[in-house]
Nanobody, 122 residues
Framework: QVQPLESGGGLVQAGGSLRLSCAAS????????MAWYRQAPGKQRELVAI???????NYVDSVKGRFTISRDNAKNTVYLQMNSLKPEDTAVYYC????????????????WGQGTQVIVSA
């Protein structure tokens, strides 16, 4: 069983920075996409940033220029560097790994982490 585990959340003042990490553990041959989602109270979960296996990235408009997603394939880990944080970035941030194969001919699967809380104070 593959388990993504997030870390790095916390409380920060507006304008500050945080770096989230998500390490996927278990029997992993390859991971296609790695992504960060967030869910604020009373709102739907939204995609924040995604990185493909080849390194292509995409961001939701509200974080472009402030957040950077990256990955370390050797460690099966994805990062989210968040700068110039705003109160509206407050949410639980979830890691998602998709297209996960446990061996070369295995069927791809997707997994969610348990989430890490980010609170940005005004």
């Amino acid at each position: 069983q593959v388990q993504p585990l997030e870390s790095g959340g916390g409380l920060v003042q507006a304008g500050g920075s945080l770096r989230l990490s998500c390490a996927a553990s278990g029997s992993i041959y390859s991971i296609n996409t790695m992504a960060w989602y967030r869910q604020a109270p009373g709102k739907q979960r939204e995609l924040v940033a995604i990185i493909q296996g080849g390194g292509n990235t995409n961001y939701v408009d509200s974080v472009k220029g402030r957040f950077t997603i990256s990955r370390d394939n050797a460690k099966n880990t994805v990062y989210l560097q968040m700068n110039s944080l705003k109160p509206e970035d407050t949410a639980v941030y979830y890691c998602n790994v998709a297209g996960v194969r446990e061996w070369v001919l295995g069927s791809p699967a997707a997994y969610w982490g348990q989430g890490t809380q980010v609170i940005v104070s005004a």
